[in-house]
């Protein structure tokens, strides 16, 4: 299977759960995700879904200095994205239930 | 947003995914552009990246076609039509070329630390109005109802609440009244500037206006060397003593010593020096061999060459030079005084006139 097709779904949900672990610019997203173990992820994926959820009203952003190179974006949290977040870990844990049983049932039927 | 240095490879991938995305409106295209400068110029600095041959971009990234169809769908944007940028694309406004500028992108890259600044400068200004109305707007600390620590409380109250306010903004948790109050605020805060400003404008004008006003101090010759002593001399050559000298507003005109003289001021009937009364007799201060400070002889008046007046002029009256029927009416009187010499303890009388009454 694909998981970049399974990652369009979402990749929303991914990007909110890195950022509300610790405000992030776009490269460290992108690098924490992968290091959690979403290799596959894309960089214009990262950077569409952040421009994304910025227009939305989901991130705040804001510039930190960098003494090494360009000044970094940081996105963090609106209280917006944290109730979406909320919302999509729900609808998430519901469909992986769902998923699993389905996954369980197969394999019982198998066996 | 930031302005960064590329590889040669980054630049020319910027380029071209910049190239795919052309039919974007211009700020769309800006800011999906600065993001990926910032992403390449990330990769071109770490270790462990190879980024100087452009296939190994490729490779990491993808092709810039592909990386930019998978950017606008991922960002809900719509994909490129099959014919690319309309041929002659609208020239974009005047806001989207000036946020394109550089000297932009440099200011936006602070937003945050202007942000904070606004922050703090809306609530000391907030307070100083407050003070300015119950007391007293002098920084760095005001007195609010006439005390600092109200003051400073209020400092501290303004300060929380305009972050507040400020981090409720950024949060886009505003409601209505919140609005209400950033806009009133920023008002407010502007108005208090503006009355500030002309507060010290007004003091200024206090300061100069009207003869009754403080005294002019000092004044230059044109090539910056001080004026300490005024010589009057009358059509006829004399030198007049105890002349006392005006400006054009009627405020007396007092020169500064510079302290490298003792200066024997002619004093009122009560005694009081007039500062506007000259010429002033000045001692050069000297030194004695074993250190200690003394006046010298007096300055003699300085050699001049006096021009020779125009004998009909000399007949014109008051009323026809000036235009004013009587001539001034003196409100000090000089006597002959004592001159003030610190210097020394000796007094020394000098020749004195009253003004014409």
Known sequence: MDASQLLKGVLDLAVLAVI???????????????????????????????RRLFQGGKLSSYVVPSDEGPHRKYYGLTASGRDALAESTKHWERFADTLDSLVGLDRKAAA | MSTCTLSPASAAYLAAVEAELDDLPFDVRAELLDDLADHLA?????????????????????????????????AGLPQRP??????????????????????YRFVDGYRAELRVTWWAARAVLATLLVAAVTGDASLPLPAVLGS????????????????????????????????????????????????????????????????????????WNTDGEPITNLFVYDAEGNLLHDVLVYDQSGRPVVLDGYGDAV??????????????????????IEWTPDGRAQAGEPLPPP??????????????SDAERYGV?????????????????????????????????
């Open chain 1, 20 to 50: 509300d672990e610790a405000d992030s610019y776009g490269y460290d997203v992108v690098r924490r995700l992968r290091e959690a173990g979403l290799e596959d992820v894309g960089d214009a994926s990262v950077y569409g879904t952040l």
């Open chain 2, 325 to 357: 029927p009587e001539p001034a009416i003196p409100v000090t009187t000089i006597a002959p005084v004592t001159t003030i010499d610190p210097a020394s303890t000796t007094t020394t009388a000098t020749s004195a006139v009253a003004p014409p009454g």
């Open chain 2, 148 to 219: 600092r620590l109200v003051g400073l409380v209020t400092v501290g109250l303004m300060l929380w609440g305009s972050f507040e306010l400020g981090r409720r903004q950024l949060d886009g948790r505003t409601n209505r009244y919140g609005r209400a109050i950033a806009v009133g605020g920023a008002a407010v805060a502007g108005l208090g500037v503006l009355a500030l400003g002309a507060d010290g404008f007004d003091g200024q004008a206090i300061v100069y206006d009207g003869p009754a006003g403080a005294v002019p101090y000092g004044m």
């Open chain 2, 42 to 74: 990330a990769l071109d600095e770490a270790d462990d990246v190879e980024t100087g041959d452009l296939e190994e971009l490729h490779r990491r990234l993808g092709r810039p076609a592909p990386y930019a169809a998978e950017l606008r769908a991922s």
């Open chain 2, 82 to 103: 099959p014919g690319g940028a309309p041929p002659t694309p609208p020239r974009p406004p005047l806001g989207d070329r000036i946020v394109a500028t550089s000297a």
């Open chain 2, 263 to 284: 200066r024997s001021q002619p004093a009122d009937a009560n005694g009081a020096p007039v500062p506007n009364a000259y010429p002033v007799q000045e001692r050069p």
């Open chain 2, 303 to 316: 050699a001049v060459v006096l021009p020779r007046l125009d004998e009909q002029g000399a007949r014109i």
